[in-house]
């Protein structure tokens, strides 16, 4: 098998601090080794010049349904299933150009999460790595005048719940989303009790499959961290006790201060008047916390929303960054160690030897300009499983031995 040698590059493995005049040999879709490598015969030797090569990034909450991959934002909730099908698959061809080389669904309308992801992993369409999530789990919510929103699964119950997570795993969903509360621009209705909560994450891990929760406000995260839920979209409110029991619980937390971010720069309230810049600055002072308690945080937000376009994503990076003061290097952690852990796929996240080769090459250090990764120009090739799918790589030259 043919090996290709990526010498001279700029290392961002997704651990470490940048390496320069690093080396990483890919082989058979696989990071096969890194650090200083000599070329043997045969090799294939690409000479980044000092370019970054780092892991793909993971979007960990991600609507494919949501928005057009035309720029166009905004819920599509009313369109035909067909054209959400379409729309969802261009929306993930517009996260792997960016650079996001996995995605980790949020909720989806029909099955379309789970028929995109087969057909992705199955090679009939070019996509990123994809987690399929259900339809949301919610109790019952009507709409302005009194009727049933029909986009969510209705549940009222335990044993609505548990109904309903059997459902969608039959449905081929491997991430059980719940609106498990009100904020954060959500009106649910009412709060899930703890013995909702219970039978969807009981009923999930019977049969292998992780839940998420929209959450915000201190009890309810506190309430969901305790119960079990893998993942918490939000966690507006959360304090230092919500934080012990997230970390102890080993669960993802997804902050999603992009959103919020956005709509309050631009002078509006989002949502049902849920965004405010006392609750997103709260969020912003407790990321510190969170770090030093060992929480994992993962990247991602509700791109296809009104004011947040599918494409932008690296745009929440240097949010972190400088509006919420964390280092690039961290941000950069939980976009690819971090993330990769999420997925729940084996091998993926950093580059190290034995990983899967989602990686990416950058014209500059991301690391010391995080914006880099928001300018597409700078996006020298986007890299899945070895492959280059967007871009191309510098000039490459075979390996010969002396004669």
Known sequence: MTRTIFINANLLDGENPARKGAAAVVEDGR?????????RDGDIVVDLAGRTLMPGMVSGHYHAVYGRPDGKSGYTRDADPVQHAYWALGNAQVALRAG??????????DTIDATLAAAIEAGDVLGPRFVPASRALSPTVKDDSGQIISHVL????????????????ERGAKVIKLFAGEGHGQFVGRDMTE????AAVDTAHEHGVRTRAHVAGRDNVLRCARVGVDILDHADGLDEACIDAIAEAGAFMVPSIYLPFVVLRNGGTGGSGYFDRATLDHTCSM???????GVKLVLGDDY????LPHGSYARELACYVDYAGVDPLEVIRWATRNGGAMTGLANLG??????????????GDPSADITLLSQPERLVAVIKHGEVVSGHLPARQPQYAAA
């Open 100 to 109: 996001v080389t996995s995605v980790v669904g949020a909720a989806t309308f």
């Open 154 to 169: 209705q549940c009222d119950g335990a044993d609505a719940f548990r109904r309903g997570t059997l459902l969608e795993i």
């Open 304 to 307: 296809g929303a009104a004011e």
């Open 195 to 198: 013995a909702e909560l219970r």
């Open 287 to 293: 990321l510190a916390r969170a770090i030093d308690a």
């Open 31 to 39: 990071v096969a080794a890194t650090g200083h490598v000599a070329p």
């Open 350 to 363: 950093t580059i190290a030897p034995g990983k899967l080769a989602d990686m990416l090459v950058v014209d």
